[in-house]
């Protein structure tokens, strides 16, 4: 006897028929869900705070972000980086424009010059959604949200980490959920 797993969170459209056009596995599908699931929470929290930032492209960017694992599957179970910039060749051949196809390429290298707002977003919620906290990453968010509301740097740190606090305390049933999920198809 098999029992149903819990319902993972939608996607953005645009995103979910991305990932149906290249058969994306089950294990890759429920692994965006639940950062793009993490992202929205983050992305609430800063736009409530006062950061100026594109939520639609954060949301599109979480829920793809690594869509490349299709070409390097076992990146799926394993360590490894290749699906980053075959993740944004593969968004730019599906005609993906370059400012959303870059969170595929950028969401592991967010200390990089330039990096916007969005994509510390979505490389946070690519962290907090299995607790994990990366000071530095985390501390370029708290920058932003800093210079954004005017805050001390301190107030800002601790409200962020509120956040974190809590949406790590889900952490469990998220990993659980996405394990759950097979990291192959019968196709793939």
């Given at each position: 006897?098999?029992?149903?797993?819990?319902?993972?969170?939608?996607?953005?459209?645009?995103?979910?028929?991305?990932?149906?056009?290249?058969?994306?596995?089950?294990?890759?599908?429920?692994?965006?869900?639940?950062?793009?699931?993490?992202?929205?929470?983050?992305?609430?929290?800063?736009?409530?705070?006062?950061?100026?930032?594109?939520?639609?492209?954060?949301?599109?960017?979480?829920?793809?972000?690594?869509?490349g694992k299709v070409?390097?599957?076992?990146?799926?179970?394993?360590?490894?980086?290749?699906?980053?910039?075959?993740?944004?060749?593969?968004?730019?051949?599906?005609?993906?424009?370059?400012?959303?196809?870059?969170?595929?390429?950028?969401h592991a290298s967010?200390?990089?010059?330039?990096?916007?707002?969005?994509?510390?977003?979505?490389?946070?919620?690519?962290?907090?959604?299995?607790?994990?906290r990366v000071r530095?990453?985390?501390?370029?968010?708290?920058?932003?949200?800093?210079?954004?509301?005017?805050?001390?740097?301190?107030?800002?740190?601790?409200?962020?980490?509120?956040?974190?606090?809590?949406?790590?305390?889900?952490?469990?049933?998220?990993?659980?959920?996405?394990?759950?999920?097979?990291?192959?198809?019968?196709?793939?």
């Open positions: 006897m098999t029992t149903a797993l819990p319902p993972l969170p939608p996607l953005p459209t645009e995103a979910a028929e991305l990932l149906r056009a290249v058969d994306a596995p089950p294990r890759l599908v429920a692994h965006l869900a639940l950062v793009h699931q993490v992202a929205e929470q983050i992305a609430g929290f800063c736009a409530a705070e006062g950061l100026a930032f594109d939520r639609e492209a954060v949301r599109f960017g979480a829920a793809t972000h690594d869509i070409l390097h599957l076992e990146e799926l179970s394993g360590p490894g980086s290749a699906h980053e910039p075959a993740g944004h060749a593969l968004l730019l051949a599906h005609g993906v424009a370059e400012p959303l196809a870059r969170f595929a390429r950028s967010w200390g990089e010059p330039g990096t916007t707002s969005e994509e510390l977003l979505v490389s946070l919620a690519d962290k907090a959604w299995k607790n994990g530095d990453l985390e501390d370029l968010v708290v920058d932003r949200l800093a210079e954004a509301t005017g805050r001390e740097r301190w107030e800002a740190f601790l409200a962020l980490d509120d956040l974190l606090t809590t949406i790590g305390e889900d952490a469990p049933r998220r990993l659980a959920l996405q394990a759950a999920h097979p990291v192959r198809t019968g196709r793939n």
